[in-house]
């Protein structure tokens, strides 16, 4: 089921998702992950944490022996809990430190333009 298009919903969507612990199912699972020494896990932190999806794919595949690096945005409060979802989720896995970029121009904008549409004044 695809999150809600509008970005309030699905923050609040993701949230619950959060608090409840549930994981999301996957639409598809990598065949040949075996295949894999190396996985690049990119995602961006969602309550402060990893999101439902990144805990189903860790569940979904096994990563013992592989390295594991994330690439992870996040919009002003850091990597959260996620170092640890990794580590839980993917235990036999090499989690090595990744690239961490803070990346809030969606929250940013939007509040901006709601401050800026509240303060117009327009007669009719």
Known sequence: MPYPEDYLETVEQARQERDSGRERALEAK???IAGYDTVFLGFPIWGETAPPVI??????HDL???TLIPFVTHG???LGNSRSVL????????????FVMEADQERRTMNQVNDWLSGIKVSG
């Open 30 to 32: 990598v065949s040949n």
């Open 64 to 66: 013992s022996g592989k």
């Open 55 to 60: 805990r189903a794919f860790l569940s979904a």
């Open 87 to 98: 580590a839980s989720h993917a235990p036999k896995a090499r989690l090595r430190d990744g």
């Open 76 to 78: 002003g409060y850091g």
